[in-house]
C-alpha cells in the first residue's frame, strides 16, 4: 500500500518573536488538515520532527499536535529526530505506517524555533549533531565542520569560491519568489563572491552568504493511502524514497564524496524506475553553499570533482535542464532544523500540482527529487514525488 500527500501548511521562516513551538506546531496541524479537506477524527496517527537540542526548554513534545483539536486526542504521536534530516525522518515514519497497513491518514508536523537562543548557544548546539570526540572543539560550530569540508574540497580539486558565489546568488533569486522564505533579496553574484564587511569569512573558506539562516517555523502535510486520497481533489504519490544512513565521525569515510546521500539517491531512483534525467527539479539540503556543490556530484548530475560544472553551465537555474532549489533552498528560505524536511515534501507538493507561487511555479513538472541529511552527510533521505491525482 503507497503513500501520498493530499494537504499541507506552511509558515514563513525567520524571526518569529510572536510565535512558541507550541503555537507554531498548532498553527500548521489545523491548517494542514483544513487544506486536506478532513478533520481530526480522521486521523489515524502523528508524527512530530522536532531537533531541539537545547533550543527548546520544552522537550516531550510529540503531545504539543494534539493542542490543535481535542479529537486528537488518544492518537498515537511519535516525536522523531536525526539532526538536520528529522523532518524527512518524520514523513518517512508516516508513509511506513501507512505502507504497514497502520493507519489510512497521517498527520506530519515539523517545526523549530531557534532565534530566541543566545548566537554562541545556537553553534554549541547545532555542533551536537557532528561526532564529538572530533569535532567538538571546532571553532564556529557546524559553519567550522564545512568550512573543513569546503577546504578540503578546494585542496582535492582547486578553488571553487566561483561556484559557491554563484550557487548562494542563485538560490538568494530565486527565494525571493518564495514568500515563506526569509530572505527574499537578490544578493548578485558579486556580493556573494567578495569578502566585505558585510560578508565576512565565517569559517575556512565559507563566507556569510555561504551559509543558511538560523531560523524559526514549521510545516505540516497529510498523508493518505492511495486508495483514499485518490478520492481527495488532489494528491501528490511516493514514487521512490530512500533512508541511508553512514557513521557519524568523518574520520572513518572520505567527507568529500557524500556516499551515503549518493546511495540513497541511486536507491530511491531504482525503486521509483527512473533515472535523474526524468525529474523537473530538485530541492537539495544547501545548509551550506559546499553541500550543493558536493551533491550535484552525489546525485549523479556531475562526476566527482566536477560540481562546478552544474552551476557554471546554468543546468540547475529555474531555467536550466535540473532546476535546484527552486524555494531558495536552506540558504534563503532558512533552516529551522526541524521543519525543513518537511518543507521540502510540501513546496515540492505544490510544484506539482501546479500550486507554487506565481513566480516560483516551474511550467509543467512531472518528478520531483528531494534530499534532505543531517549532519555532514550522516542521516540522508531521497523522496522521489509524482502527482497522481
Known sequence: MSAAIVGWAHTPFGKQDAETVESLIVRV???????????????????????????????????LVLQADPALRFKPTTRVENACATGSAA??????????GGAKIVLVVGVEQMTKTPGPEIGKYLLKASYLPEDGETQGGFAGVFGKIAA????????????????????????????????RKDLGYAFCREES?????????????????????????VLADEATALEMRRAVGF???????????????????????????QKALAEAGVTLDDLSFVETHDCFTIAELIEYEAMGLTKE???????KEGWTQKDGKLPVNVSGGLKAKGHPIGATGVSMHVLSAMQLTGEAPEGMQLAEPRLGGIFNMGGAAVANYVSVLERIK
Request: proline content about 3%; some cysteine; overall charge negative.
Open 91 to 100: 514523513v518517512h515514519q508516516g508513509v511506513k505506517a501507512i505502507k504497514a
Open 197 to 221: 564587511e558585510k560578508n565576512p569569512y565565517v569559517a575556512g573558506p565559507l563566507k556569510r552568504t555561504d551559509c543558511s539562516l538560523v531560523s524559526d517555523g514549521a510545516a505540516a502535510i
Open 239 to 265: 514514487r521512490g524514497m530512500a533512508h541511508v544512513q553512514d557513521f557519524l565521525p568523518m574520520s572513518k569515510r572520505d567527507i568529500l564524496k557524500f556516499e551515503g546521500g549518493a546511495l540513497a539517491w
Open 305 to 311: 570533482g566536477e560540481g562546478a560544472r552544474a552551476i
Open 29 to 63: 496541524a489545523t491548517d494542514a488538515l483544513v487544506d486536506a479537506g478532513i478533520t481530526a477524527d480522521q486521523v489515524d496517527e502523528i508524527v512530530l520532527g522536532h531537533y531541539n537540542a537545547g533550543f527548546s526548554a520544552q522537550d516531550f513534545t510529540a503531545s
Open 152 to 183: 578540503a574540497y578546494f585542496q582535492r580539486h582547486g578553488d571553487q569560491s566561483d561556484a559557491l558565489a554563484m550557487i548562494a546568488a542563485k538560490n538568494h533569486k530565486n527565494g525571493v519568489e518564495n514568500p515563506y522564505a526569509q530572505m
